[in-house]
């Protein structure tokens, strides 16, 4: 079998079109920071490294105060649909912010932000394991949770999560597979609220971008996918298979 990054037996491990960002955090070239995306068809999101030491060959570490800065070249781009997919674990018994996005500072009225329910976590339900929210203008426009029990994701085990908000099928995916989800705002047909469409200013892999609350992520990070189009439930699917090899 041939395999590497990008392919597999010659087919691309995850589709191009679409694609804004992808880190591979465990490779060689991405062991420093700055980091630039690797993006085939040109170009590449540079983004500044917060500690997160690197451990090749498959990821990079957050000890809790750790993050990527990608505002200084994603921040134009605020997308009204989209994915987003990571390969990450976490063994830490409290919350962790996969990703976040808004205006960044004191301003606690427009930002989003991916969350890994920890045992610390406080929700509208007692079973939250990842919830998605997008607050603009001060008024929260989606928030999706999916409820398998709150801490069951910080048990060390690698997993594939993705997040689709494309306004036509809104949700979560564990290892390439769909899960059942609840709307705590909003629908899965909520449309044109992915990211944070309020001028966005800031976007951290490991963050929430508002100061008057930080939380970070402890855990491992492997790859970061980022997408301005919702992509399908098999492209979702095909990527975890291409990729998992690297990790379990």
């Not at 649909?81 to 009225?109: H, I, N, P």
Request: aromatic share 10%; glycine share 12%.
């Amino acid at each position: 079998m041939s395999r590497n990054l990008w392919r597999t037996n010659g087919r691309l491990n995850f589709p191009l079109n679409g694609l804004e960002l992808y880190l591979p955090l465990g490779h060689p070239e991405l062991s420093g920071s700055p980091i630039t995306a690797k993006v085939p068809l040109g170009g590449g999101i540079t983004g500044a490294v917060t500690g997160a030491t690197h451990t090749p060959p498959t990821h990079r570490v957050l000890d809790g105060d750790d993050f990527f800065d990608l505002s200084s070249g994603i921040s134009t781009l605020v997308p009204s649909a989209g994915t987003l997919m990571m390969w990450m674990w976490s063994s830490s018994a409290t919350v962790g912010v996969l990703f976040g996005a808004g205006k960044g500072g004191v301003d606690q009225q427009n930002y989003s932000q991916f969350v890994l329910a920890g045992a610390n976590f406080t929700g509208d339900y007692a079973d939250e394991t990842l919830l998605y929210s997008i607050i603009s203008g001060n008024v929260e426009k989606l928030r999706l949770v999916l409820r398998v029990g709150t801490g069951t994701y910080n048990d060390g085990v690698k997993r594939h999560i993705a997040l689709r908000c494309d306004g036509v099928d809104n949700a979560i995916f564990v290892n390439g597979v769909k899960q059942s989800i609840t709307f705590g705002v909003g629908n899965a047909t909520t449309a044109n609220w992915f990211l944070n469409p309020a001028d966005a200013a800031e976007v951290f892999i490991g963050k929430r971008t508002y100061s008057g609350s930080p939380a970070y992520l402890t855990g491992k990070v492997g790859e970061f996918w980022l997408y301005s189009v919702g992509l399908s439930d098999l492209d979702i699917a095909h990527a975890y298979r291409s990729t998992k090899w690297r990790y379990v």
